[in-house]
């Protein structure tokens, strides 16, 4: 059973940057697919980014391409969302979530990810 923990949420100005983390335990971390997600008030919980286990594969929702970079650390089970140049509208709670890679390709639906974390709060104010 795997456990995601986030963090690194918190208020920041439009145009502000802020790195989240999620650290993973009880799995074999190098072996996921990470990625992190973010829901809105009244919205649907929408795709942000991903990456494969082996890191060389990242893959971006079309709203935050330039601008947000994940990365992973398996040296540390921790994978980072960093995200430059936030807007307002992107204020929400990102999820940081996993499934195990069976393919080399990432998913973008989130019922395809197994393991969840609690979620971590982003601000951006205008």
């Known amino acids: 059973q795997v456990q995601l923990v986030e963090s690194g949420g918190g208020l920041v100005q439009t145009g502000g940057s802020l790195r989240l983390s999620c650290a993973a335990s009880?799995?074999?971390?190098?072996?996921?697919?990470m990625g992190w997600f973010r829901q809105a008030p009244g919205k649907e919980r929408e795709f942000v980014a991903g990456?494969?286990?082996?890191?060389?594969?990242?893959t971006y929702a079309d709203s935050v391409k330039g601008r947000f970079a994940i990365f992973r650390d398996s040296a540390a089970n921790t994978v980072y969302l960093q995200m430059n140049g936030l807007k307002p509208e992107e204020t929400a709670v990102y999820y940081c979530?996993?499934?195990?890679?069976?393919?080399?390709?990432?998913?973008?639906?989130?019922?395809?990810?197994?393991?969840w974390g609690q979620g971590t709060q982003v601000t951006v104010s205008s």
């Open positions: 979530a996993a499934y195990y890679e069976r393919i080399a390709s990432i998913a973008k639906n989130d019922h395809e990810y197994d393991y």
């Open positions: 009880g799995g074999t971390f190098r072996r996921y697919v």
């Open positions: 990456v494969n286990w082996s890191g060389r594969i990242t």
